[in-house]
């Protein structure tokens, strides 16, 4: 992760100029847009239960699995709440995963210590993951410029923490921003914020902020006409269950999909009930892969790999022996397969007509022999 986002190319929906915004790149190898397969981040959030090694573990598993990019979170718990107790610093919704804590409990057990950032960077580069982070306050980012952190994303619950925005924006790095909670002239603001502050590789992420969401609140059709509306990529950051979501999200056009990562579900976690195991978020890089494949374009005909498929189609064939000069009628032409004969569209006009040589059962109709 040497090269600095000046160094990195345009990257448009189509390969070519538009006027979108440029992509996110990274190194020429990887990058955010139509032309490239989707963008896989793999989330730590707090899923490394406060331990450096369970951390460093799911930076592997993120690389094994074959996800392109390994997202921290930057905050700690002083530097995004209070320390109050009661009121709505107290979590009491019986339906969250945190049912029960305070902000400021949630946020110390949640948060990556800071003192442990380079050494996830470092392993993930090594790996060859893009590493970056989500900054929670002007600080953070000043921290994570400090280990050249190549892109900044906002998270849903900051998108309207327009200081921030300005802040990340001034690096002039690429920047992820999540819209769950937004209405859209919030969206408008946020990225006239982020624009007007510098930002000119700017991607959107559809986002449902429930812990999980469920499918029926999650309206993807958001996400081409958001792409339209901004002029900018559009991905997912999905806290469903499983991977089907992200799967509709990329033959919407989603460009980035976004899944929290754990070792095993089972061992607990602030995140882990909305989280993928290794195996499954190995599933969802090759499965959104092919969905992006099968997209393709519009296209009409037989693709190279049909080819061969053509002799299997339908066509005219004598269906009996003729001598020369016997007419051709029901009894002796019919539509079968292999395709090697006349098109059927041609049946009309071939009965009636004589041949001009002997010919067998089996030999497929053309002009030549009538």
Excluded at 124 to 153: I, N, T
Aim: net charge negative; aromatic share 6%; with cysteine.
């Amino acid at each position: 992760m040497d090269s600095g986002p000046s160094e990195w190319p345009s990257v448009c929906a189509n390969g070519t100029e538009s006027e979108r915004s440029p992509r996110l790149v990274h190194t020429g190898q990887l990058a955010i847009g139509a032309s490239h397969p989707p963008f896989v981040i793999a989330e730590m959030s707090g899923n490394h239960n406060q331990s450096l090694e369970r951390a460093l573990q799911l930076v592997e598993a993120a690389a094994q699995c074959g996800a392109h990019a390994l997202k921290l979170q930057t905050y700690t718990a002083e530097t995004i709440t209070l320390d109050v107790e009661g009121g709505a610093f107290k979590i009491d919704d019986p339906s969250s995963p945190w049912h029960g804590q305070t902000l400021h409990q949630l946020y110390r057990q949640a948060c990556t210590p800071w003192e442990w950032h380079e050494a996830i960077f470092r392993r993930g580069r090594q790996l060859g993951l893009v590493v970056f982070s989500s900054p929670f306050d002007e600080s953070a980012v000043d921290f994570l410029e400090s280990l050249d952190c190549p892109c900044y994303k906002i998270a849903s619950f900051e998108n309207v923490h327009l200081p921030l925005i300005r802040k990340a924006s001034s690096t002039g790095k690429p920047l992820i921003l999540s819209t769950g909670l937004a209405h859209v002239g919030e969206l408008q603001e946020a990225v006239q914020v982020a624009r007007s502050a510098g930002c000119q590789n700017l991607t959107l992420l559809k986002c449902t902020s429930a812990y999980p969401a469920q499918p029926s609140d999650l309206n993807l059709r958001t996400i081409p006409h958001m792409r339209d509306l901004f002029g900018v990529e559009v991905g997912l950051s999905d806290h469903t269950l499983g991977h089907s979501a992200a799967l509709a999200a990329v033959a919407l056009g989603a460009t980035v999909i976004e899944k929290h990562l754990t070792l095993r579900r089972s061992d607990g976690g602030v995140d882990s009930t909305f989280s993928l195991e290794p195996h499954e978020m190995a599933e969802l890089v090759q499965a959104s892969h092919s969905v992006w494949e099968g997209m393709g374009g519009v296209f009409y005909g037989p693709t190279a790999r049909e080819i061969n498929s053509l002799q299997f189609r339908r066509s005219l064939y004598i269906s009996a022996d003729l001598r020369a000069g016997q007419t051709l009628d029901a009894s002796n032409v019919r539509v079968v397969r292999p395709g090697l004969g006349l098109h059927p569209r041609y049946l009309d006009t071939v009965l009636g007509r004589k041949v001009t040589r002997d010919v067998s059962k089996g030999t497929p109709v053309q002009w030549d022999i009538l």
